[in-house]
């Protein structure tokens, strides 16, 4: 099994570009979540999912959109990007079935922003 | 709100040191689970435990022990013996059964560098 797949790994933007960062997972995992990884801030959950069109806001989801049209892929958009969100960004899975259930991460993509 | 502090930004032992990683949570929920996971150099996220609200038994998995106090809120996990290949970044994380169901909140993490 491939896991969770995050495409692409590293990305150059100019400030103002749009861009978005897929992840897919083969897993039928129902809840997906995007976290980014600043020095010192830790992950910080972005947007999340509990399954197929349904999304909701994690702890900085401002700049950032997300949609779930099928079980397997949770994109999330940068519309309009700025230099504070470059970022490491990693995208997550797990099974719906309980919350104690570990998180399945992608191997993560390195955003910079100019 | 839910809340993660890992006090230990950075910790440095010589190898065959044992050394302890804090982690303190904050939450109003009695049902919640707590994680440990793991980020070599190499920079993929692993998963090493996870502990629930109502199970304050402390585990041993080879090298690696957590201990989970409710009394203090902490969870912390201890490496005995400590070798080169556990530097790494750890992180501990929260999820909440009632209040934010579904989030699972991490904390800033603690860079450790095992000296040979």
């Known amino acids: 099994n491939a896991g969770v797949t995050q495409t692409p790994k590293f990305q150059v933007l100019k400030t103002g570009q749009s861009m978005t960062l897929q992840c897919a997972q083969d897993?039928?995992?129902?809840?997906m979540s995007w976290y980014r990884q600043d020095p010192g801030m830790g992950l910080r959950l972005i947007h999340y999912?509990?399954?197929?069109?349904?999304?909701d806001q994690g702890e900085v989801p401002n700049g950032y959109n997300v949609s779930r049209s099928t079980t397997e892929d949770f994109p999330l958009r940068l519309l309009s990007a700025a230099p504070s969100q470059t970022s490491v960004y990693f995208c997550?899975?797990?099974?719906?079935?309980?919350?104690?259930?570990?998180?399945?991460f992608g191997s993560g993509t390195q955003l910079s922003v100019l | 709100a839910q809340k993660v502090t890992q006090a230990q930004t950075e910790i440095s032992v010589v190898e065959k040191e044992d050394v302890t990683l804090d982690c303190v949570y904050e939450?109003?929920?009695?049902?919640?689970?707590l994680f440990w996971y793991k980020q070599p150099p190499s920079g993929e996220l692993v998963f090493l435990i996870r502990?629930?609200?109502?199970?304050?038994q402390n585990e041993i998995s080879g090298r690696y022990s957590w201990n989970f106090q409710k009394s203090t809120s902490s969870f912390n996990f201890t490496i005995t013996a400590s070798q080169v290949v556990d530097s790494a970044v750890y992180f501990c994380?929260?999820?909440?059964?009632?209040?934010?169901?579904?989030?699972?909140?991490f904390g800033p993490g603690t860079s450790l560098s095992v000296i040979p």
């Open positions: 997550a899975s797990r099974t719906g079935q309980g919350l104690n259930e570990k998180l399945f």
């Open positions: 897993m039928n995992h129902e809840y």
């Open positions: 999912s509990v399954g197929a069109g349904i999304t």
């Open positions: 939450t109003r929920d009695t049902t919640y689970y």
């Open positions: 502990r629930n609200s109502f199970d304050e």
């Open positions: 994380a929260l999820s909440e059964a009632e209040t934010s169901y579904d989030k699972v909140i």
